[in-house]
Nanobody
Framework: QVQLVESGGGLVQAGGSLRLSCAASGSIFSSNVMGWYRQAPGKQRELVATITSGGYTNYADSAKGRFTISRDNAKNTVYLQMSSLKPEDTAVYYC?????????WGQGTQVTVSS
């Protein structure tokens, strides 16, 4: 089992920044893919960014140039630095870990961007 705990969400004005953190514990193996997804009201959950244990990253088009995903393998923690936030970035942000053949989710953290 893997447990994921997100933190860092909140209310920010458009143009502002936030950094989300996700701490993983449990059966986290050295090889895994961690990422951030988000779900806005009435919409499907969508990919924001992922990062492999080797540091390879992938971003949704909406995140490119504004968001940066990173990880600290020693702490089993993944981060999402979000800048130039827009009202359309408002959503619940979920941390995800893919370990072997299983996928795990955190409880989510709310990000609200006011115009």
């Amino acid at each position: 089992q893997v447990q994921l705990v997100e933190s860092g969400g909140g209310l920010v004005q458009a143009g502002g920044s936030l950094r989300l953190s996700c701490a993983a514990s449990g059966s986290i193996f050295s090889s895994n893919v961690m990422g951030w997804y988000r779900q806005a009201p009435g919409k499907q959950r969508e990919l924001v960014a992922t990062i492999t244990s080797g540091g390879y990253t992938n971003y949704a088009d909406s995140a490119k140039g504004r968001f940066t995903i990173s990880r600290d393998n020693a702490k089993n923690t993944v981060y999402l630095q979000m800048s130039s936030l827009k009202p359309e970035d408002t959503a619940v942000y979920y941390c995800n870990a893919k370990v072997l053949v299983r996928s795990y989710w955190g409880q989510g953290t709310q990000v609200t961007v006011s115009s």
